[in-house]
T-cell receptor, first 111, second 114 residues
């Protein structure tokens, strides 16, 4: 079983749509969670951290379900510029450098 | 602008060649990393340096040899690579090795081994 699993997609949605990605992780001891974004042929960039209580940053909402070992990312009012691969990232502690990356979910937003 | 630069951006090499990848960070960070990203696979951590000292070698074959002459520069020396080593090699940095999930990536070197 992969340590971090994501649906590879692609998710093909029209502008303005709401889209949700899910991610599951295998190690129940994992402590911190993140979403990174990687544009085509570019480097990954931190999009947002995921907190136990859920958190929102503009059109983006991240949620964590520790019981089900499940993380989600919701994007509302999709923009063309949201087209990218979204990487789910898990860390066994709050401070370790050993990030465990998922393979990513690809999003295509069409006009 | 991430503050982490990598050169070259693209590299094609034969299996008998020797080449080096260079990474420089302008963020004043103390930790630097090499990752490998193969098609449709997750990022794999290769090496970690903290204040120029290697703290992690993630079972990487010896044909990959890292060097960190100072906290701003990181090299990956390559020799006698195999075609399966073709991948995107990403450098990253963080304030230190206890920064958790916040790492800043360079644009990567896309390596093709013939």
């Amino acid at each position: 079983r992969k340590e971090v699993e994501q649906d590879p997609g692609p998710f093909n949605v029209p502008e303005g749509a709401t889209v949700a990605f899910n991610c599951t992780y295998s190690n129940s001891a994992s402590q911190s969670f993140f979403w990174y974004r990687q544009d085509c042929r570019k480097e990954p960039k931190l999009l947002m951290s995921v907190y136990s209580s859920g958190n929102e940053d503009g059109r983006f909402t991240a949620q964590l379900n520790r019981a089900s070992q499940y993380i989600s990312l919701l994007i509302r009012d999709s923009k063309l510029s949201d087209s990218a691969t979204y990487l789910c990232v898990v860390n066994l502690t709050d401070s370790s450098y050993k990030l465990i990356f998922g393979s990513g979910t690809r999003l295509l937003v069409r006009p | 602008e991430t503050g982490v630069t990598q050169t070259p951006r693209h590299l094609v090499m034969g299996m008998t060649n020797k080449k080096s990848l260079k990474c420089e960070q302008h963020l004043g960070h103390n930790a630097m990393y090499w990752y490998k990203q193969s098609a449709k696979k997750p990022l794999e951590l290769m090496f970690v340096y903290s204040l120029e000292e290697r703290v992690e070698n993630n079972s990487v074959p010896s044909r990959f040899s890292p060097e960190c002459p100072n906290s701003s520069h990181l090299f990956l020396h390559l020799h006698t690579l195999q075609p399966e080593d073709s991948a995107l090699y990403l450098c990253a940095s963080s304030q230190d090795t206890s920064s958790g999930g916040t790492q800043y990536f360079g644009p990567g070197t896309r390596l093709t081994v013939l």
